[in-house]
């Protein structure tokens, strides 16, 4: 019982990013949510986060710490 607890209580989540000097993705769990200013709406009434999403650690693509918008991204903090 207690070893089938054991399944992934994931508590990074990894993210699609798009690195935008050598326009490559690639997935990281190396980032921090910065400026979150919650769910808002836009004009469509869809919701987004409002927020900045930084890399803490150096793109795989570039070495550089790019920070993106988090409506920008494949969100899955803003799934209505
Ligand atoms: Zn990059």
Known sequence: MFQR???QQQTMMSLLFLCP??????TSCHFE?????????D???????DAKVVLT????C?????IY??????CPFAKS
């Open 5 to 7: 607890l054991r399944q």
């Open 21 to 26: 000097r050598t326009g490559q993705d690639f």
């Open 33 to 41: 949510i910065r400026e979150n200013n919650g769910v808002v709406r």
């Open 43 to 49: 004009e469509h009434g869809a919701k987004t986060l």
């Open 57 to 60: 650690a150096p793109c795989p």
């Open 62 to 66: 570039c070495g550089e710490r790019h």
């Open 69 to 74: 918008r988090a409506a920008d991204l494949s």
